[in-house]
């Protein structure tokens, strides 16, 4: 089963199903609201692929991707006030919400948003850069384990603090209320769906990538530095390099995730981008499976569905839920629930093996 | 064959005054095993450490004309001074192809990196018939047992075309068999290569070495040949002190 899973036909045939279920099940069985949610959910599966990779495959423990979420969510907001700002009162309008704060000019670093393309651009390189910089700043200095953890959270609940100090981008209430996306209006329940399918591709996207950079040399470079980084420096490499292009693209994934998780859900605002958020997108990918593939994705779409189906029911226990599920993987199952298979294997190998075995050990 | 690859002029290492390696002086050269021997304490493993860059020091290390002090450790790697450590060092997860093919792509470009491996590269198999571990190709480096792992870690300087090996006790807690094994495939990869051994076990080296250097307290106490070194009586005082003492306290525990 496990050969099949990782041989080329496995791997379309996997893709295939996951296609067929994304964007041929879940649109006929989910009403326009679920499906929106759904939508949302796979945002977050989007950032948890790229934890994934940092975490799982480069034991980099980000608890602060946030920053990148916040980075890609915030600059696509910009764009989508600006576009709405452009449609009400014709180009050089301030957007409305400025307008209720008092903001009269339009801020010089919101002029360059007006234009579509600079902002996708700026989507996908601002929040890479930001990571290669302060990658090298931090790997290069061989700061690693949780003092880089700390380091990370430290960082979203700053981000989070700047964004609420910022009047020119919604403070504390963020940016909410878009009308349009490239030219689309958002209410559409057609758009609606073209949006989820936006979605639901870019998650096929994130998980090609992660899978290619985990298969090529690379990926066994990165599991070799996460195991002995040390030996890899002697054997001459440059370990902190190694550790920048996957917090890099990590970063990336997370920036795109933010992003579409705009449009789909009509507002950012700090509460979405701090410290609690970013400890969410690692629980998802903690109780999936941070070292597989499929496991960070089917941890974060579980952990979201079940904060949404539990909040709707018992809206006070949700926060219990979420601490003992956390504390449940962590003692009983490390591996998540994508080591539950391998598990199983390893259990019934013993079984059927029983005592004679021994011998050999 | 007297080809000079490695030399160490007054090498020193201070840890908050105290001086671990004190003016210690050390040629390695090429075709040769070149044993550091010495008691607990008395630097050779900081003096491995000070050349590969992982501790800094004062006074020279130069290879094939170039000063390593002050080099980053990847770049001293690159420069093809390879070193193993006391526990083997492998990446337990990954096979033993996997950790040949590794060592052996320093110099890889980013285009062959993300790409996946087609098939190994030719000094990885031969490596690993080299180091008797071809038929173990596809088995996690984890799962090897103890001198499996020693053998492979030195596999991998040899595909990382490393030309001067610093080994840091590569047969403690081997048997005989395997330290005979060992100690052969020491001098069949000196042909070519400096090979330096830092051991504790004199049996070892009396059957390997093809030049001795005994430190004691940081300082080079003696060098030379295997017959000359043993036959020192500063050396004969600091081993067989070494033993007296143990002999008192083992008595002392009695």
């Known amino acids: ?361 | 064959m007297n080809d000079i690859a490695l030399t160490c002029t007054d090498v020193q290492v201070a840890f908050d005054g105290f001086k671990a390696v004190d003016g210690v002086d050390l040629t390695l050269r090429r075709g040769e095993v070149h044993f550091l021997i010495g008691p607990n304490g008395a630097g050779k493993t900081t003096l491995v450490d000070a050349v590969t860059g992982l501790t800094p020091y004062t006074g020279s290390v130069v290879k094939d004309g170039t000063e390593l002090r002050g080099k980053k450790v990847h770049h001293i790697a690159r420069a093809g001074v390879g070193r193993t450590f006391q526990t083997a060092a492998v990446f337990d997860n990954l096979t033993v192809a996997q950790n040949l093919d590794i060592a052996a792509g320093a110099a890889r470009g980013p285009w062959t990196l993300l790409r996946r491996r087609k098939h190994l590269p030719e000094s990885v198999v031969d490596t690993m018939k080299r180091i008797g571990l071809a038929e173990h190709a596809d088995r996690a480096a984890g799962t090897l047992a103890h001198g499996q792992k020693q053998w492979l870690e030195i596999g991998m300087l040899l595909v990382g075309d490393a030309d001067v090996l610093l080994l840091d006790e590569p047969i403690a807690g081997m048997g005989h068999e395997e330290r005979e094994t060992t100690g052969a495939l020491l001098r069949d990869i000196a042909g070519e290569r400096a090979v330096a051994v830092v051991e504790h076990d004199m049996d070892f080296m009396r059957a390997n070495a093809s030049r001795v250097t005994v430190l004691h307290a940081g300082s080079v106490l003696a060098a030379g040949g295997v017959d000359e070194v043993s036959a020192d009586p500063r050396v004969q005082e600091v081993y067989l002190g070494a033993e007296r003492g143990k002999e008192t306290a083992d008595a002392a525990a009695a």
């Not at chain 1, 963020?174 to 996306?181: A, E, K, M, T, V």
């Not at chain 1, 040399?217 to 530095?225: D, F, I, P, S, T």
């Not at chain 1, 599920?325 to 298979?341: E, K, N, Q, R």
């Not at chain 1, 259990?347 to 029983?354: C, V």
Request: some cysteine; glycine content about 12%; aromatic content about 12%.
């Open chain 1, 1 to 361: 089963m496990s050969k099949f899973l990782q041989s080329r036909l496995g791997t379309w045939s996997g893709f295939a199903a996951a296609a067929l279920v994304l964007f041929g099940l879940a649109p006929l069985v989910l009403s326009g609201f679920r499906l929106g949610l759904f939508a949302q959910f796979i945002c977050y599966a989007i950032v948890a692929v790229g934890i994934g990779l940092a975490w799982g495959r480069g034991g980099m423990l980000t608890l602060g991707q946030g920053v990148f979420f916040g980075m890609g969510a915030y600059l696509m907001a910009m764009h989508l006030k600006m576009a709405d700002a452009e449609f009400r009162g014709g180009p050089g309008s301030v957007p409305d919400f400025m307008e209720l704060a008092g903001i009269r000019e339009l801020p010089a670093y919101w002029a360059p948003f007006a234009s579509p393309v600079f902002t996708v651009a700026a989507i996908l390189i601002l929040p890479t850069a930001v990571a290669v910089l302060l990658g090298l700043a931090v790997f290069k200095r061989r700061v690693k384990g949780a003092y880089f953890a700390i380091l990370s959270q430290a960082l979203a609940g700053a981000f989070a603090i700047l964004l609420i100090g910022q009047q020119s981008l919604g403070g504390f209430n963020g940016l909410s209320y878009f009308r349009y996306f490239f030219g689309f209006t958002i209410n559409d329940p057609v758009n609606q769906r073209m949006l989820y399918f936006i979605t639901a591709a870019a998650l096929l996207g994130v998980v090609a990538v992660a899978l290619q950079l985990r298969r090529s040399r690379y990926g066994e470079l990165l599991v070799a530095v996460r195991d002995a980084e040390e030996r890899v420096r002697f054997l001459g490499y440059d370990a902190a390099n190694v550790k920048v292009v996957a917090y890099a693209v990590a970063a990336l994934f997370a920036s795109i995730a933010g992003a579409l998780f705009v449009p789909v859900v009509g507002i950012i605002s700090p509460a979405s981008v701090g410290i609690v958020p970013s400890i969410m997108f690692i629980l998802g990918v903690a109780i999936g499976g941070r070292a597989t593939l499929v496991g960070p994705v089917v941890g974060a779409l579980a952990v979201a569905w079940a904060q949404t189906a539990l909040s709707e029911q018992f809206p006070s226990a949700w926060t219990y839920a979420q601490g003992l599920l956390f504390v449940l993987v962590i003692a009983l199952l490390p591996g998540g629930i994508a080591s539950i298979p391998a598990l199983a294997k390893r259990l019934k190998k013993t079984r059927t093996a029983s005592t004679p075995a021994e011998a050999t050990a």
